[in-house]
Every structure is written in structure tokens, then in C-alpha cells.
């Protein structure tokens, strides 16, 4: 007996639909109380904890609360000054003290940094180089640009067209030089 396709097509659709139901069956159908995993022993008893709504009220009672300065300079120190009532003041004896020693002054700053060199000129490479400044330094000529250090302590960091602006290294400090006319030549 020949069978047609569509005859073996439905015996392999009703034998699929055999597997599943018993796949379904173990898997779906039986209902477990507990897991596998887990088992219980014993009275169930929750755990300690703590009762949050102590902590929630002090959070609330510590937001609503409003700064009031007190008149103290967190960012001076010294003690707070003290103002007093004319009606309150007390005229109290002059405490003997003991010998008075000078007061230490603070050092003065140091004097802003002295370019020893005179700048008399200026130039650039053709086509937007970097703008060189012509330092006479006795009978030498130096040549700098800005970001060069010059006398073991000076950066340049300015080159302009009457002025070249230097800072000190050491002190931080800045400062800067007017153009000066170069050398004349001798006729």
C-alpha cells in the first residue's frame, strides 16, 4: 500500500503533536509546593530590622531647618568680633602685661622681573610662522620666540608689535618691555 505524501505528512504532524503534549505534561503540568532548592524548617520569623520612620522624621527635621549666620567669617580666621551696647560697657582696670616684642612684617614682594636685554625688533617666517623677537644682549643678538626662556629664568610669552611681555619662572611675576630703537650703525 503506497502512501501519498500528504498522508506521511499527517502521521509526522500527529506524532510531533504526541511528543509535545507529553513534553508539556512534565514540564507544565505536575504543580510543585516547594522548590527543589529550597526547603523550610521550622516557624517562619521575620528578620530584625530597623524601623526606618525614626530616621525618615530626622531627615524631615533636619531639611526645614534655616541658616542663620552668626556673624563669624568662616573664611578669616580670628575669633568672632565682639559688639557691644553703650549702655553695657564696663571701664575695667589696664591689665599690667608682659614686655612687648615687634611685630614680624610679612617680606615685601619680590620686585618684578628685569629683562636685561633690550628688544629692538621683531619678524615672522613668510606664511603665518611663528613671530621671532630680535633681543640685543651686548654685542650679541639673540633671537626668541614666545615659550623660550631666556637668562636661565625668564619665558617669553608675548611677542607684540611695540612690546614683548616676559614672566619669571621663579616668582611667577609678570612683566613686559617697550621697543627700543636698535643699534645705529657707525658712518
Do not use: C
Amino acid at each position: 500500500m503506497a502512501q501519498t505524501k500528504q498522508q506521511r505528512e499527517r502521521i509526522v504532524l500527529a506524532v510531533l503533536l504526541v511528543v509535545a503534549a507529553v513534553v508539556w505534561y512534565f514540564y507544565f503540568g505536575k504543580h510543585h509546593s516547594t522548590s527543589a532548592g529550597m526547603t523550610v524548617s521550622g516557624k517562619y520569623t521575620p528578620i530584625d530590622a530597623e524601623d526606618y520612620s525614626v530616621i525618615f522624621k530626622d531627615m524631615a527635621a533636619s531639611a526645614s531647618t534655616v541658616y542663620k549666620p552668626s556673624g563669624r567669617n568662616i573664611f578669616i580666621a580670628g575669633p568672632v568680633p565682639v559688639t557691644t551696647n553703650a549702655a553695657e560697657t564696663v571701664v575695667k582696670a589696664p591689665v599690667k602685661k608682659g614686655p612687648e616684642y615687634p611685630t614680624v612684617h610679612q617680606p615685601a614682594p619680590p620686585p618684578p622681573p628685569v629683562l636685561t636685554m633690550k628688544f629692538y625688533g621683531y619678524g615672522s617666517l613668510p606664511i603665518n610662522g611663528p613671530r621671532r623677537a630680535f633681543l640685543l644682549d651686548g654685542e650679541d643678538i639673540r633671537i626668541v620666540q614666545e615659550g623660550d626662556t631666556v637668562q636661565n629664568h625668564i619665558k617669553i610669552t608675548h611677542i607684540g608689535n611695540d612690546r614683548i611681555e616676559y614672566e619669571d619662572t621663579v616668582t611667577g611675576q609678570k612683566n613686559s618691555t617697550n621697543l627700543e630703537a636698535g643699534p645705529q650703525p657707525q658712518g
